[in-house]
C-alpha cells in the first residue's frame, strides 16, 4: 500500500537552530515529491517538487533533499516566521481516470521560538 | 498568473441543513481540479477531482457531491449535512490534463455543522 509517513509530529526550536523534518514514503514508482507550507486557517502553499534520488531544492532557509526511500527539509538557521505547518506529498506512477493522486503525509508542526 | 478563490471563508450550518461551497481559478484553461478536506492535525484527504466539465471523481463515498458546471468552476455540495461534516475544505488546482505538476491551494472554508 502507497503510504506517506511524517516525522516528528511537532518540533520545537529556538530561533536560529538548525533542524530537519523527515518525510517516508512507501509507493509503487515515484512519480514527484512536493513539499508544502501551510500557515493556521490557510490553504497549504506549495514549496519544492523534487524528482528523483540525489536531487535537491534551496529557498531561502530552506532545502529539501530526496533519497529512494525518504526527503528531508532542512531548515538553516530558522527564525519565528518559519513556525508553520509543513506538509509532504508523494505522486505515484499510477493514472486514475487521466489524473495522478497525490499521497498526503500528517505534517510536521514546526515552532520557533524568538 | 493564476488565482483560486473560495468562497465563503467560514460557515456556520445546522446538521440537517444544505450545502454548498464554490471554488473558481483564474488565469488558466482546462485546470485539474480538486477539493479536499483537512481534520484538525491531520492530512489532506482527497474528496473529488475533475478533469474536465462534468467529469468528477469521487474518492470517498459520503454525503458530499461535486460539480463542474465551467471550465474553471467547481462546486461542492449536500442536501443535508451531518456532524462529522465539519472541517476545513480545501479547492486546489494543477494543470491538465495528464497532469503531473504541484497542486496550488485556494484559501479554504472553515465548516462547523452544529
Known amino acids: 500500500e502507497d503510504q506517506v509517513t511524517q516525522s516528528p509530529e511537532a518540533l520545537r526550536l529556538q530561533e536560529g537552530e538548525s533542524s530537519s523534518l523527515n518525510c517516508s514514503y512507501t509507493?509503487?514508482?515515484?512519480?514527484?515529491l512536493f513539499w508544502y507550507r501551510q500557515d493556521p486557517g490557510k490553504g497549504p502553499e506549495f514549496l519544492f517538487t523534487?524528482?528523483?534520488?540525489?536531487e535537491e531544492k534551496e529557498k531561502e532557509r530552506l532545502k529539501a533533499t530526496l533519497t529512494k526511500k525518504e526527503s528531508f527539509l532542512h531548515i538553516t538557521a530558522p527564525k519565528p516566521e518559519d513556525s508553520a505547518t509543513y506538509l509532504c506529498?508523494?505522486?505515484?506512477?499510477?493514472?486514475?481516470?487521466?489524473?495522478?493522486?497525490?499521497?498526503w503525509g500528517a505534517g510536521t508542526k514546526l515552532i520557533i521560538k524568538p | 498568473s493564476q488565482t483560486i478563490h473560495q468562497w465563503p471563508a467560514t460557515l456556520v450550518q445546522p446538521v440537517g441543513s444544505p450545502l454548498s461551497l464554490e471554488c473558481t481559478v483564474e488565469?488558466?484553461?482546462?485546470?485539474?481540479l480538486y477539493w479536499y478536506r483537512q481534520a484538525a492535525g491531520r492530512g489532506l484527504q482527497l474528496l473529488f477531482y475533475?478533469?474536465?466539465?462534468?467529469?468528477i471523481s469521487s474518492e470517498v463515498p459520503q454525503n458530499l457531491s461535486a460539480s463542474r458546471p465551467q471550465d474553471r468552476q467547481f462546486i461542492l455540495s449536500s442536501k443535508k449535512l451531518l456532524l462529522s461534516d465539519s472541517g476545513f475544505y480545501l479547492c486546489?488546482?494543477?494543470?491538465?490534463?495528464?497532469?503531473?505538476?504541484?497542486?496550488?491551494f485556494g484559501p479554504g472554508t472553515r465548516l462547523t455543522v452544529l
Open positions: 506529498a508523494v505522486q505515484a506512477m499510477v493514472l486514475m481516470d487521466s489524473n495522478y493522486q497525490l499521497i
Open positions: 509507493v509503487s514508482g515515484l512519480r514527484g
Open positions: 523534487l524528482y528523483s534520488a540525489g
Open positions: 488565469g488558466t484553461s482546462n485546470p485539474n
Open positions: 475533475s478533469v474536465g466539465i462534468g467529469q
Open positions: 486546489a488546482w494543477t494543470s491538465g490534463p495528464w497532469s503531473y505538476n504541484e497542486q496550488f
